[in-house]
Antibody
Framework: QVQLQESGPGLVKPSQTLSLTCTVS??????????WSWIRQPAGERLEWIGR???????KYNPSLRSRVTISTDTSKNLFSLTLTSVTAADTAVYYC???????????????WGQGTPVTVSS | DIVMTQSPLSLPVNPGEPASISCKSS???????????LQWYLQRPGQSPQVLLH???IRASGVPDRFSGSGSGTEFTLRISRVEPEDVGIYYC?????????FGGGTKMEIK
């Protein structure tokens, strides 16, 4: 059974870069047809999809964040990462990584999630 | 972006009773392949979301058959035939027809 675990700093200063990693265990990040995804949830607000990466189909980002976000994989460490530049208080949220499984192409659903990591943007 | 609207915001239910949640989208979620690209997730207190249904009505692996989904186009419903205590939490619908994937605002179900 695949497990995902987020890690990264819980506090980031405004204008700096947020970097999070999601370590995947119980399965290889480079096998199968999976969409490795990031979602966030500001306190009291709805879930917001940040973007995803697929081993052969590349990346897709939320247009509202596209200029600031990068998702990448490190197959040697079996993890994928999120980088968000020029953060502001509006980026304060719980950040989740998740695996999207392609049950029936071209659609996928998020069948495994990390526990989430809280990130606060504050000086 | 496709806007997802859920109702009600709060849903108190007695154990053993049925429950239903509505989800409406600002655009049709009916794909040209004939399937509705609509998913349902449950976020139990203190936990991450977990998928319940995808393609509108297909239960994800391990999901009890008391959960069912219906609807097409822009209007969808999640039904629980007999609510169990472990069903408490926030239910979200999500569209994956087009990027960005978008979620509803959530329906908080609690036991009376």
């Amino acid at each position: 059974q695949v497990q995902l675990q987020e890690s990264g700093p819980g506090l980031v200063k405004p204008s700096q870069t947020l970097s999070l990693t999601c370590t995947v265990s119980g399965g290889s990040i480079s096998s199968g047809s999976y969409y490795w995804s990031w979602i966030r949830q500001p306190a009291g607000e709805r879930l917001e999809w940040i973007g995803r990466i697929h081993t052969t189909r590349g990346t897709k980002y939320n247009p509202s964040l596209r200029s600031r976000v990068t998702i990448s994989t490190d197959t040697s460490k079996n993890l994928f990462s999120l980088t968000l530049t020029s953060v502001t208080a509006a980026d304060t949220a719980v950040y989740y990584c998740a695996r999207g499984i392609e049950w029936s192409p071209p659609t996928y659903h998020l069948d495994s999630w990390g526990q989430g990591t809280p990130v606060t943007v504050s000086s | 972006d496709i806007v997802m609207t859920q109702s009600p915001l709060s849903l108190p239910v007695n154990p053993g009773e049925p429950a239903s949640i509505s989800c409406k989208s600002s655009q049709t979620l009916l794909h040209s392949d004939g399937r509705n690209y609509l998913q349902w997730y449950l976020q139990r207190p203190g936990q991450s979301p977990q998928v319940l249904l995808h393609l509108g009505s297909i239960r994800a692996s391990g999901v009890p058959d008391r959960f069912s989904g219906s609807g097409s186009g822009t209007e969808f419903t999640l039904r629980i035939s007999r609510v169990e205590p472990e069903d408490v939490g926030i239910y979200y619908c999500m569209q994956n027809l087009q990027a960005p994937l978008t979620f509803g605002g959530g329906t908080k179900m609690e036991i009376k």
